[in-house]
């Protein structure tokens, strides 16, 4: 039995932190009953709710790693409530990327305009053909035009080669 307890442990614990636990269910003391048998455990129960709909709200709210709904509550059941926060979850996820997406490309087009005006300002040149200097050296060493654009900038001046390629364009 004891190595059950241990097992139980690891289980609750993870990357040195507590699972944390959402509840719900409609009967308060049975609400009470697993929550206070998840923290003897070792889990962390950050929300309880007493019906499906806060239930939702709380787990999109939390983002708790583990959610423990009754099937028959008020308002809206367990299963209805797990489909409905699975759901709010996955757009949410994929809200979270689409602007992580959105900001790493802004923070390359910033660095690459920077970059650019470095190049027309040291070089005269045109800002299309700074733009093509940047992106042929991207090609030609492999590297992305935000790489290539950090290099110009913490050099400031162009990367090797760009007084050679100022005369070519």
């Not at 190595?3 to 507590?18: K, L, P």
């Not at 699972?19 to 889990?43: C, F, H, K, P, Q």
């Not at 009754?70 to 809206?76: A, L, Q, R």
Request: glycine letters at 6%; aromatic letters at 4%.
């Amino acid at each position: 039995m004891k190595h059950g307890y241990a097992n139980a442990e690891r289980q609750a614990v993870t990357e040195g932190r507590a699972r944390r636990v959402l509840i719900a269910e409609d009967e308060a003391l049975i609400r009470l009953d697993l929550s206070e048998m998840l923290r003897e455990e070792g889990y962390e129960v950050v929300g309880e709710a007493g019906d499906g709909e806060s239930a939702v709200n709380l787990a999109v709210e939390l983002k708790p790693d583990l959610c423990i709904f009754d099937i028959k509550m008020p308002i809206m059941d367990g299963i209805a409530a797990a489909e409905n926060a699975l759901s709010r979850f996955a757009e949410m996820q994929a809200l979270e990327a689409e602007v992580a997406s959105l900001s790493e490309r802004l923070e390359t087009r910033k660095l690459v305009e920077r970059a650019k005006g470095m190049l027309m300002t040291a070089f005269g040149m045109t800002e299309p053909d700074a733009f093509k200097w940047i992106q042929r050296a991207a090609m030609d060493n492999r590297m992305t035009m935000k790489q290539v654009a950090e290099k110009i900038i913490s050099e400031n001046l162009p990367a090797g080669g760009a007084a050679e390629a100022a005369t070519t364009t």
